[in-house]
């Protein structure tokens, strides 16, 4: 789903200081969610010169914590007890991860199928910085 700002920048007729307005005017939650769903370089590049460095440096920040995670995921993947207990039964393994890594569960699951994106690790992001107090189980 793409905000007002995304839509507006997608469109063919984008007034660069308009744009600009609107970025401003947005609370961080919603910046977040458009690097999340990946269409904040598109905003960024609308956005007058002058002014990209609004969302760049924070884009710059996101991704740091999404390479923090992508890392602390090779880390996890790499290690000898965590091998051996994927080559077992899925719901003992299943329970290993719920039980050490109970954080990255959701990642480390994808991972294991052998289906995660950058997009996961980026939604892990956001939920980890606005999800609130809720443990979510995926």
């Known amino acids: 789903m793409v905000n007002q700002v995304g839509r507006y920048a997608a469109s063919e007729d984008v007034d660069d200081i308009e744009l600009m307005k609107m970025v ?4 961080e939650k919603d910046k977040m969610i458009m690097w999340s769903q990946g269409y904040m370089d598109l905003v ?4 007058p010169e002058y002014a990209r460095d609004i969302l760049e440096n924070r884009k710059n ?9 992508r890392q602390q ?5 790499s290690d000898e007890e965590f091998i051996k207990q994927a080559k077992g039964e ?8 719920m039980e050490h890594y109970r ?16 997009e996961d690790i980026r939604k892990f992001v956001y939920r980890r910085r606005f999800g609130g107090r809720k443990k979510y189980i995926h």
């Open 61 to 69: 920040k996101w991704e740091d914590t999404l390479g923090f995670y």
């Open 103 to 118: 954080d990255l569960q959701s990642l480390l699951f994808a991972a294991y199928d052998g289906k995660i994106k950058d």
């Open 73 to 77: 995921i090779q880390e996890i993947l």
């Open 24 to 27: 401003m005017e947005l609370p």
């Open 90 to 97: 899925r719901k003992l393994f299943a329970l290993f991860v």
């Open 44 to 47: 960024i590049e609308k956005l």
